[in-house]
């Protein structure tokens, strides 16, 4: 079992960026995959970014978003550059076992999500 804590998201205006932290309370190199999820105001959680040995990303992150991961802290970041206000949601990290082959896109084969932490782009 694996608890996760994000942090990071605020208020920012269009082009602006943030760095979101999602910190583990176990081991996560070689145990967990490690996913960004977001959720907007009526409508369905989407995936964002996976990393499991190097970055997965959707297509509305790809150029704009970086995720990586801080074995020795176990803490996965996602950077947000360029934000749009599309951007707008709730982020929330997840995670599953690293032997999972199911779509990194389907959330529900996440069994571990943390509580979210509020992006708002401004235009």
């Known amino acids: 079992q694996v608890q996760l804590v994000e942090s990071g998201g605020g208020l920012v205006q269009a082009g602006d960026s943030l760095r979101l932290s999602c910190a583990a309370s176990?081991?996560?190199?070689?145990?967990?995959?490690m996913s960004w999820f977001r959720q907007a105001p009526g409508k369905e959680r989407e995936f964002v970014a996976a990393i499991k040995w190097s970055g997965v990303y959707a297509d509305s992150a790809k150029g704009r978003f970086t995720i990586s991961k801080d074995n020795a802290k176990n803490t996965v970041y996602l950077q947000m550059d360029s934000l749009k206000p599309e951007d707008t949601a709730v982020y929330y990290c997840?995670?599953?076992?690293?032997?999972?082959?199911?779509?990194?896109?389907?959330?529900?084969?996440?069994?571990?999500w943390g509580q979210g932490t509020q992006v708002t782009v401004s235009s």
């Open positions: 176990a081991r996560t190199s070689s145990s967990y995959t």
């Open positions: 997840a995670a599953r076992s690293w032997y999972s082959s199911a779509s990194y896109y389907e959330f529900s084969t996440y069994p571990y």
